[in-house]
């Protein structure tokens, strides 16, 4: 007798149905969708800044110079001061308010450098757990390609504290990823390796990884045809992490690319900001050119600043650059701090033009069209974790339409929540305004990248406009 | 609520009796209705209730599996394989056509379900399944409906459910050895956790980077269709695998420590004798302006911590031990008091953080005239350290800091209870000896030493067969070994090229995996598990691990199978403290307790703990005393700490261990049902969610899971103002009356309703929003139910049976590390038969599975 009944009923047998599926660990889904070798590279690149930047109240007459976000529209929009040295830039960037991180909307911008990529609550006090940023995801697939899954750099170097982060690169268990702080340990690990200890490490893994699969074949045998089908599973697992194994050895065994040094003084330090700051940009620059890498992130000092490293600010002329943040109030504390923003966005423009004005050695247009570069803080105004100011520039081959000043959220529009507030008052207060979570944007980059995700650091869903 | 026309009472209590029963009903049964239902549900409609253990009495005097007529077929499992069809076409075929086709049939066929053309060979059809539906639906009285033109006359329903009932044991244990049921798996997180830990003498996780398994459909995370293996887990079993190798073995000379002692006190009591230590450095308690340093520290309610600076002496990696002389200032019976420790830097302004790094509070039960020795043991390369320690620049801050914590319960007593500490020592790195015994365990003493081919030898074959779980041949070996003799020159010692080796012994599937061996072709039993493949499943039921030498001794001698050996293995494995494991495991997975993780209501962190132990407690308790697994229905007693008790009104419950206290039923508590953990994480957040809680009740406690949700379902309009209006349970109700969502909240909300004294916290009440709270339902079988209690009365009237029968399938289900199917079903049958028997009890349902067949089947 045949049975017409219809499959979708019956519950039983759904129910046994249903997991089976699920079983694939989520990391697995990072393995799908690779954007081949023969196509252009895809290349992202974060830059941090800590302590935020000039908001004065409007009423302020250094409202009109020294207030960080733009006036105007969309299109017509207009940069201050503090960004006029983008104004040759203007098509390659765009400008974002009312984006923020929400689990951090009330912890001091103090802790906060740590979470600007991951998204995570990592909170203000107590026991701490990050989660993987933004770079990491990406890194994860585009390392398949490259020597290096990605550069993690910072001037402080290292990890830094829980909630005093000196890196802006957490791997998928949350931990920190260390930073690289001297150029001339950066430019030996791209274009220096020799890779000798390496290449007997990987010699040992290929060796076990050999007895492994012939030692799981005789095991197999042992086993009902059943069981071998399972065990199959364990056998496609080694064999994928030869097949890795394989890449990597192939990275040893193909010579570093030789890269024009001119622009290199490798031996700078943070005290010489100006150039030490160059000298990094360049390296990115340099391993983004020759395909060594195609993820970097590069933190500036660290939140909180103090001590050797926080001397950045010497270029134009000060001493501390925290303590500007605390000086805003003083004679010509807004000029000053907005002085000293310029100049790092100043030489992030001089990055991103020399990205311009390079053609893409294997594909379309330009090293920006193909990169997307961020630069950004994860406070706006005095220790305040909302409404940061990000400025993004290139990825036109990716789909990013520049040239624009996007501003989400409601209720601030003209940028003025929690301007001029030099106490705890700001940091500790409500949240007023409505912001977007800048994991909407963090998504948008993935997927543009060819990361197939629908959600970042537990928020779904892309943002509009971008 | 939507009231559901009358019924005649006598058939729910029947239809109820029988939902198990039929399965193992011979089909010479017809007409002999089992129990006797009849005068307990007319009992539970009169004003007058028995208490719940007389109802708990009166439910197992008539379960149907009891019945004397089972105990004489139950055992007989060996009958003839063929489909009894005359029997069908005599019988069943002339009922079903009277009272289903006319719906199901050629004419309509609502539900897209036809009866007229099922395969009436359950041993060689294809339409087991559906059979299985309807006798379930016939049994629990869900058709036919009541509003059907045609009823089901008792005798009738005996008739189909008796020849059903008879062909699903039959076709079951026929099946059985035809489909592949394979208890194959790797091991789950958990059980790799323990299994290095038994393995190595590792005191501590590693495992933390592991993504966490998915539960199946059952609940249980030990499944083996769940546990999939990819890459990226491969590599990191390789590196958390030389991780702990590594962290257990040393190399070189014992390193001198560093010490931290209190100023002024006593040296004698050191736990370091003097030529192991290096450094020595006060311990500084912040001091007020002139005052001097004392000896000792005071804590008690107003100073409950003392926070100590270590500066930054302490080594990167090694054991910190811990060690607190203390004791009581006051033996009060109704105070308590533990010590925990906390860990924390500050590195700059608002760089912080602080743990807590002791696995468990220490209580202080000594006096102060004779204190006790408290030690921790901190694994330093686990806990998050100061980043900056080993900086040359003084900022930011290189400081780390211990804090000792006194977590004690405050009472105003005329004479205050202080926690007096005369002693404290931090040691680091700490080794009881040199080298450590787990490093002995690995590189044992042998007079071959110096011959590296044959000592290396020596300790891989110990390696591997203790990782195995089984003897290893010399050729098993030669591999490893020639692995070895590759890696050597590359490493300074033995020891460290070995670890290299063992490391990969430890990625093997053989560790990795719990396997059955496909036995030689002249076996006498084929079908049965070996004595080694027996002594692992038996640890990795009962202590998600490894077994340890004396159960792999007694597989090798042969004498493991032995019932007499069995028992006494069981017994022992029980008393053993690795099988806190297993309830801890076995409850969770069971009960799905993982659902308080996401529970962000509990604000309280001492309550929420106390909601999360406390079922695992009550399972302790029924398990170790042998209780009847009815008690998880309801008992006289609740299994509570003190704050615990306190959040359930229970009076008189100090300190915070778990232990059993009689309760009155005006507690409202007893039994699991009534846990706040229950009632917590089968809520919104804010109120009680009897959909989750009937969804639960079904999937966790009767094993009846409901159909998951439709694609489409229709929101609840919170717009619509007479929605607005209504109570939560009238919102239920309209959702449910909407046909979309009828078939199958009629099945799933009243159960869930009869929880509504309980809130999102657990807290019983009696109004909500000043509205008496209405908990009465009516379930699909028209069986009316009023409130907990009546959820009560009615489980241990009437569903003993599915209830035990869903323990011993949800039990037998865990131990396997499988699913169960069909063909396990006449097993799981007379297992259930067999346990209840002998009294529900849950000390004997593990040694019911364990001596059963299914057990001892590959």
């Given at each position: 007798m045949k049975n017409p009944n219809a499959a979708s009923m019956n519950r039983r047998k759904f129910l046994r149905g249903t997991g089976v599926a699920l079983g694939l660990p989520w990391l697995e889904t990072f393995a799908a969708n690779d954007s081949g070798p023969d196509t252009a590279p895809k290349r992202f690149v974060s830059v941090y800044h800590p302590d935020g930047v000039g908001l004065p109240v409007k009423a302020d007459p250094a409202w009109k110079d020294w207030s960080w976000f733009p006036r105007g529209g969309e299109r017509d929009f207009e940069l201050t001061k503090v960004l006029d040295v983008l104004e040759p830039l203007r098509k390659e960037i765009t400008i974002y308010s009312g984006l923020s991180h929400p689990a951090a909307r009330t912890v001091h911008g103090h802790s906060n450098a740590d979470q600007y990529l991951t998204g995570a609550a990592t909170g203000g006090h107590g026991a701490y757990k990050n989660s993987i940023s933004l770079d990491q995801v990406y890194a994860a697939q585009a390392g398949e390609f490259t020597r290096h899954s990605s550069l993690v750099m910072s001037t402080n170097g290292g990890v830094g504290g829980p909630r005093g982060a000196q890196t802006q690169s957490y791997n998928r268990e949350g931990r920190p990823i260390p930073a690289m702080n001297h150029p001339k340990q950066i430019f030996d690990l791209l274009f220096v390796t020799s890779g000798k200890d390496a290449a007997a490490k990987l010699a040992r893994s290929k060796s076990a990884l050999d007895l492994l699969i012939v030692n799981t074949r005789s095991f197999g045998r042992k086993l009902s045809k059943h069981d071998q089908e399972t065990l199959e599973q364990y056998l496609d697992a080694v064999r994928d992490t030869e097949v890795k194994l394989t890449k990597a050895r192939k990275w040893i065994d193909t010579p570093v690319p030789k890269v024009d040094?001119?622009?290199?003084?490798?031996?700078?330090?943070?005290?010489?900001a100006r150039l030490y700051f160059q000298t990094m940009y360049e390296l990115i620059y340099l391993s983004f050119l020759s395909d060594s890498t195609r993820v970097a992130t590069f933190q500036l000092g660290r939140e909180n600043g103090g001590g050797s490293h926080d001397l950045l600010s010497k270029a134009v002329g000060f001493g501390n650059a925290h303590g500007l943040t605390h000086a805003v109030k003083k004679p010509k504390g807004w000029e000053n701090l907005g002085t000293y923003n310029r100049y790092q966005a100043e030489e992030f423009g001089r990055f991103v033009q020399k990205l311009k004005d390079t053609r893409e050695p294997n594909g379309q247009g330009s090293l920006l069209d193909n990169t997307f570069a961020m630069h950004g803080s994860a406070s706006s105004s005095f220790h305040l974790s909302r409404n940061y100011p990000i400025i993004s520039a290139g990825g036109k081959n990716l789909g990013f339409k520049n040239g624009r000043y996007l501003k989400f959220g409601k209720g601030n529009e003209d940028n003025q929540a929690g301007a001029g507030i030099v106490s705890d008052r700001g940091w500790q207060g409500k949240v007023a305004v409505e912001e977007l979570p800048l994991s909407q944007l963090f998504v948008t980059v993935l997927q543009r990248l060819g990361v197939e995700t629908e959600s970042f650091g537990g928020i779904t869903g892309t943002l509009g406009r971008v | 609520m939507r009231k559901i026309g009358t019924f005649p009472l006598s058939r729910i209590g029947a239809l109820g009796g029988i939902a198990i029963c039929c399965l193992c009903a011979?089909?010479?049964?017809?007409?002999?209705?089992?129990?006797?239902a009849e005068s307990s549900a007319k009992q539970s409609q009169s004003s007058e209730l028995p208490p719940l253990d007389r109802a708990r009495e009166m439910g197992r005097a008539k379960s149907a599996l009891l019945a004397p007529v089972l105990r004489k077929e139950a055992p007989a499992s060996a009958g003839p394989s063929t489909a009894n069809l005359v029997d069908f076409k005599k019988h069943v075929a002339p009922v079903l056509t009277k009272t289903c086709v006319a719906c199901h049939g050629p004419k309509k066929a609502k539900g897209k379900f036809r009866i007229d053309t099922l395969d009436p060979d359950l041993m060689q059809g294809g339409d087991v399944d559906w059979w299985l539906e309807v006798l379930d639906v016939l049994s629990n009285g869900?058709?036919?409906?009541?509003?059907?033109?045609v009823q089901l006359a008792d005798e009738d329903l005996t008739k189909i459910t008796g020849w059903l009932g008879s062909e699903i044991q039959k076709a079951s244990a026929v099946r059985r050895n035809e489909e592949s049921h394979s208890s194959f798996r790797r091991m789950t997180r958990y059980e790799y956790n323990y299994a290095l830990q038994d393995l190595l003498g590792l005191t501590y996780s590693l495992v933390g980077s592991l993504p966490a398994e998915t539960a199946s459909g059952d609940g249980f995370k030990n499944s083996s269709e769940m546990l999939q293996m990819s890459a990226m887990q491969f590599e990191m079993y390789r590196e958390i695998g030389l991780k702990a190798l590594k962290h257990v073995t040393v190399s070189g000379e014992r390193p001198k420590m560093v010490v931290y002692r209190l100023p002024m006190q006593d040296e004698k009591l050191s736990v370091n004798s003097n030529e192991d230590i290096g450094e020595v450095h006060p311990l500084s308690q912040k001091l007020k302006k002139g005052e001097k340093p004392v000896k000792g520290v005071s804590l008690d309610q107003r100073k409950r911590s003392v926070k100590f600076n270590l500066s930054n002496h302490l080594p990167d990696e090694g054991m910190m031990r811990v060690t607190i002389r203390a004791g009581r200032s006051t033996m009060n019976t109704d105070e308590y008091a533990n010590l925990r420790l906390d860990f924390s830097a500050h590195t700059s302004n608002n760089a912080n953080f602080s743990q807590v790094i002791s696995d468990r509070d220490m209580p202080v039960t000594a006096s102060a005239d004779s204190p006790q020795s408290i030690h921790f043991d901190i694994p330093l390369s686990e806990i998050q350290r100061n980043p900056f320690r080993n900086n040359i620049e003084k900022f930011p801050r290189r400081d780390e800091f211990l804090t000792i914590q006194n977590i004690s319960s405050g009472r105003r007593n005329k004479e205050p209870l202080k926690v007096l500490v005369d002693f404290i020592e931090i040691s680091a790195p700490y080794y009881e000896q040199w080298p450590p015994k787990t490093h002995r365990d690995i590189f044992r003493e042998s007079d071959h030493k110096t011959n590296e081919q044959k000592y290396g030898r020596e300790v891989l074959t110990q390696f591997m067969e203790r990782a195995w779980r089984r003897p290893v041949t010399s050729k098993e070996v030669d591999p490893f070994m020639a692995l070895f003799t590759e890696y050597r020159p590359d490493f300074a010692n033995l020891e460290e090229a070995m670890l290299e080796v063992l490391a990969t012994v430890l990625a093997t599937p053989e560790f990795l995996y719990l396997a059955q061996e496909v036995p030689a072709s002249n076996s006498e039993n084929p079908q049965t598990i070996s004595g080694l493949e027996l002594a692992s499943r038996l640890s990795f039921f009962l202590w998600s691990s490894v077994p340890d030498e004396e159960l792999l001794e007694l597989a090798r001698k042969g004498t493991l199978k032995d019932p007499t050996v069995l028992s006494d293995q069981v017994k022992r494995m029980l008393t053993d403290s690795r099988s806190n494991r297993f309830a801890q495991n076995f409850v969770h997975q069971w009960l799905g307790l993982d659902g308080l993780d996401s529970v962000t209501h509990v604000k309280d962190s001492s309550l929420l703990e106390a909601i999360q132990e406390e079922p695992v407690a009550f399972f302790d308790e029924v398990l170790n005393r042998n209780r009847s697994v009815m008690d998880f229905i309801h008992s006289d007693y609740a299994v509570v700490n003190e704050r615990l008790a306190g959040h359930y009104q229970i009076r008189d419950v100090y300190g915070p261990h778990f232990r059993k206290v009689p309760i009155k039923p005006e507690t409202n508590r007893g039994g699991i049902l009534t846990g706040a953990a229950i009632l917590a994480m089968n809520s919104d957040g804010k109120d009680s969610h009897p959909l989750k809680r009937g969804v639960w009740m079904l999937e966790r406690?009767?094993?009846?899971p409901p159909p998951?949700?439709?694609?489409n379902v229709p929101e609840v309009d919170l717009t619509d103002p007479r929605i607005l209006q209504m109570t939560l349970k009238e919102r239920i109700a309209d959702h449910r009356n909407s046909p979309a969502c009828f078939s199958c909240h009629a099945k799933i909300d009243p159960w869930g309703i009869s929880f509504e004294n309980y809130d999102a916290l657990g807290t019983f009440r009696t109004k909500i929003a000043n509205q008496p709270v209405d908990a009465t339902s009516a379930l699909p079988n028209k069986q009316e139910i009023a409130g907990m209690d009546g959820l009560k009365r009615y489980l241990l009237a009437d569903r003993q049976d599915q209830f035990s029968g869903a323990m011993v399938h949800k039990m037998t289900s865990y131990a396997l590390g499988r699913p169960l199917s069909f063909s396990d079903r006449a097993e799981i049958d007379s297992l259930t038969v067999e346990f209840r028997k002998k009294g529900d009890r849950l000390g004997d349902l593990i040694h019911l599975i364990v001596n059963s067949s299914i057990f001892h089947s590959k």
């Open positions: 040094t001119r622009n290199l003084t490798l031996e700078a330090g943070p005290k010489e | 011979p089909a010479s049964s017809h007409g002999a209705a089992p129990g006797s869900e058709m036919p409906p009541e509003d059907a033109d406690i009767l094993h009846d998951p949700p439709p694609p």
